[in-house]
């Protein structure tokens, strides 16, 4: 399964941005989409995380982005989502989407990165 990001753009502080994350498939099932930033000389590092368990899904925010970005998916559309609010210039770099998921019931589950998507955030 390929995994296509897109939404990135140059936006002023105090902005908003949607990020989408699409597969090129269905997924079997899902264990874990998340969204991670990556800016010149640093590691990947992990924004937000929604993880599926038996009793529901939960999320996992950097602390530089609670309360203003929000994760989700649409099972139906295959496609993940991160919302970003309240832009800061600290929040560019380029984002990756991340899947940890069996694309079928045979396959188990693995890992899958997006292309990565510039989120460019001016004062």
């Known amino acids: 399964v390929q995994l296509q990001a897109s939404g990135g753009g140059s936006v002023q502080a105090g902005g908003s941005l949607r990020l989408s994350c699409a597969a090129s498939?269905?997924?079997?099932?899902?264990?874990?989409t998340g969204w991670y930033r990556q800016v010149p000389g640093k590691q990947r590092e992990s924004v937000a995380v929604?993880?599926?368990?038996?009793?529901?899904?939960?999320?996992v925010y950097a602390d530089s982005v609670k309360d203003r970005f929000i994760i989700s998916r649409d099972n139906a559309k295959n496609t993940g989502y991160l919302q970003m609010n309240s832009l800061k210039p600290e929040d560019t770099g380029v984002y990756y989407c991340?899947?940890?998921?069996?694309?079928?019931?045979?396959?188990?589950?693995?890992?899958?990165w997006g292309q990565g998507t510039q989120v460019t955030v001016s004062s």
């Open positions: 929604l993880i599926e368990t038996t009793t529901g899904d939960t999320t």
């Open positions: 991340n899947w940890h998921a069996w694309v079928t019931e045979l396959t188990g589950p693995e890992n899958y």
């Open positions: 498939r269905s997924i079997f099932s899902i264990n874990a």
